[in-house]
């Protein structure tokens, strides 16, 4: 029997399990809902794998080069899926957001790509219901249920993979008027993140529930950039 063929049957029979897959990457596309997918060759094998966008961005720079991608693969009555992740971290993560009453495959994803990694498992463990609806089709309902299931386990496997903490940051009422002066002014939500997170290794600032303050000082480090 052929490699590709006990591969296939197996995963028929939902006894394989993928941890990860090395390959080359040959091109990535977008079908007609909007989702990223990865072509990945391994062995002559062409395995289409969906990515997360932040993903899908990183690889078609590299098409063409070797890639490590862990993956989880999920048996449906139409078929095998495949979804890919760049570290073990982010997959594990999305096996607990699957785990979930009610987040699917593709809400699990869109939480992975509205946040970072530290700032999805943040929102979790502090329950920052606002910051998990950010993302496309979760709801605050679906939010509340997130952090309910989720946050006592998050915060030990938080541990477990060294993500930082970013607890470290403006309380959630500076942080609000924060970041709605600085979209008002025309910022994008990366930069706002990223000046959040500079302006946070200011002990001193991290003090000061003063919103006039942070605004001031980000729109002052946002200028120079």
């Not at 094998?45 to 989880?72: C, D, S, W």
Request: charged share 20%.
């Amino acid at each position: 029997m052929s490699e590709a063929m006990g591969r296939s049957q197996a995963l028929g029979r939902g006894a394989f399990m993928f941890s990860y897959l090395k390959g080359e990457a040959i091109a990535i596309h977008r079908n007609l809902q909007g989702r990223f997918f990865l072509i990945l060759e391994v062995r002559d094998i062409g395995y289409e794998i969906q990515v997360p966008g932040r993903l899908a961005q990183e690889l078609a720079a590299a098409i063409g080069q070797p890639q490590h991608i862990f993956v989880h693969s999920q048996q449906r009555e139409d078929g095998t899926y495949l979804y890919g992740f760049a570290s073990a971290a982010a997959r594990d993560l999305f096996r607990q957001l699957i785990s979930v009453s009610g987040i699917g495959a593709q809400g699990a994803i869109a939480l992975l790509d509205t946040l970072t990694l530290p700032e999805l498992v943040q929102a979790i463990v502090t329950a920052d219901h606002r910051q998990l609806a950010k993302a496309p089709g979760i709801g605050k309902k679906t939010a509340e249920r997130l952090a309910l299931e989720l946050r006592s386990k998050l915060s030990q496997w938080r541990d477990q993979f060294s993500l930082p903490d970013t607890a470290a940051q403006p309380n959630a009422a500076v942080h609000e008027d924060l970041e709605l002066t600085l979209l008002a002014l025309g910022y994008q939500e990366t930069e706002i993140r990223g000046a959040i997170a500079t302006l946070s290794q200011d002990s001193i600032l991290l003090q000061n529930d003063n919103a006039d303050e942070w605004i001031r000082r980000a729109i002052t480090l946002l200028s120079q950039t």
